[in-house]
């Protein structure tokens, strides 16, 4: 039997944030760092016991309201936070498609930028250079590509890092509210390139608030509240449960 592509087993992670008032002046903030005592921190809890596999060409959507612990999965899958305790295993090449635009530098052009974020990626200049027409042609910014990324607008900045994160070869794909990159026309375009992808068997994991999108892509929901698992099983049950929740809390 085939290993699963994402093994998250018993993850927990929290955060430490600092409850005191703001801080007036360097003297206070100084005063503060030597005087500081245990009950200046709150504990929050993001994911609790958090227990899930995505199997190799599988896709698992992760749905739950704001602040229910969906965007530190997926950074703990990325690899960008370490679980508190638990154990978190992803097998295979990723590619992140996480706050797009994150890791482009301001003063190079689109084109030096996305040599620049291949390598972040893992991927090698000789790569990058071959698929760079391809990369541009998709983020549709052949007229811009030689400007510096800080002339882009916004829509243009996820434009082009959506378009290098997916075109680079993965066997993994980590999603998060993507489907909303762009105008109307180009987020359809997306989502063509994704559907591609999960009929290519690579696996998926997706964040994302659009049920339709869920439901549409993924073989399974995972709902999560609180940072703990509500419910996981076929899209279609978890996603109707989650409604039924929703309509209720409402």
């Known amino acids: 039997m085939r290993e699963p592509a994402i093994e998250f087993r018993e993850v ?11 801080i007036a002046s360097l003297k206070e903030w100084m005063i503060r760092l030597v005087m500081r005592r245990r009950d200046g921190y709150q504990s929050v809890i993001a994911l609790d016991d958090v227990s899930f596999e995505v199997g190799q060409g599988e896709a698992l959507g992760v749905i739950g309201h704001n602040g229910a612990g969906k965007s530190t999965l997926l950074r703990i899958a990325a690899g960008i936070l370490q679980p508190r305790a638990g154990v978190a295993v992803v097998r295979g090449l990723v590619a992140p498609i996480i706050e797009l635009g994150i890791g482009f530098e301001q003063e190079l052009t689109g084109r030096e930028n996305i040599v620049f974020n291949g390598a972040l990626l ?3 200049r000789q790569e990058m250079c071959e698929r760079m027409d391809e990369i541009v042609a998709f983020a549709e910014l052949d007229h811009f590509i030689d400007q510096p990324i ?4 916004t829509g243009m900045v996820a434009r082009l890092a959506f378009s290098v994160a997916t075109t680079v070869d ?9 489907l909303s990159v ?3 026309r180009f987020q359809r375009k997306c989502a063509e390139r994704i559907t591609k992808f999960r009929e290519c068997g690579i696996s998926i994991l997706f964040v994302s608030h659009s049920l339709d999108s869920v439901g549409g892509l993924c073989d399974k929901v995972l709902w999560l509240e609180n940072g703990r698992i509500k419910a996981l099983g076929p899209a279609g049950a978890v996603i109707s449960e989650y409604q039924s929740w929703a309509a209720g809390a409402g």
């Open 12 to 22: 927990s992670h929290l955060f430490r944030v600092y409850t005191e008032g703001r």
């Open 150 to 153: 800080r002339t882009y607008s």
């Open 182 to 184: 762009g105008d109307e």
């Open 122 to 124: 893992g991927r090698s």
């Open 170 to 178: 993965a066997q993994i794909l980590l999603l998060d509210e993507v």
